[in-house]
C-alpha cells in the first residue's frame, strides 16, 4: 500500500500509543484483562516490587497466567482494582 500522508500517519500512530500509555482500557474484556496507565503501573511496582521466582521454575509461568485473569476495573470509571 502506498503511502501518501506518512507524517500524518505516523503523528496518529504516535498519539494512539500515547493515549493507550496514559488510559484505562481493555485489552481483553472477555478474559478480564485490563491495561493501566503506565504512571500507575510504576507507582504499584515502586510499591510492591517485582514478583521473584527461583530459577528454574517451570510452575512461575503459570502463576503469571493465573494472576493475568484477575477481573480488571472498567475501562471508563478510571478506577483499578489494584491497590
Not at 521454575?57 to 494472576?67: L, Y
Request: charged residues 25%; positive net charge.
Amino acid at each position: 500500500m502506498l503511502e501518501t500522508n506518512e507524517r500524518g500517519q505516523f503523528r496518529d500512530f504516535l498519539m494512539n500509543q500515547e493515549k493507550q500509555l496514559h488510559s484505562y482500557g481493555w485489552v481483553d474484556e472477555k478474559d478480564g484483562v485490563a491495561r493501566i496507565p503506565i504512571e500507575r503501573a510504576m507507582e504499584l511496582i515502586v510499591q510492591r516490587g517485582l514478583p521473584v521466582y527461583p530459577q528454574g521454575n517451570a510452575d512461575a509461568k503459570t502463576k503469571t497466567a493465573m494472576a493475568s485473569k484477575a477481573p480488571a476495573p472498567s475501562a471508563g470509571k478510571g478506577k483499578s482494582s489494584v491497590q
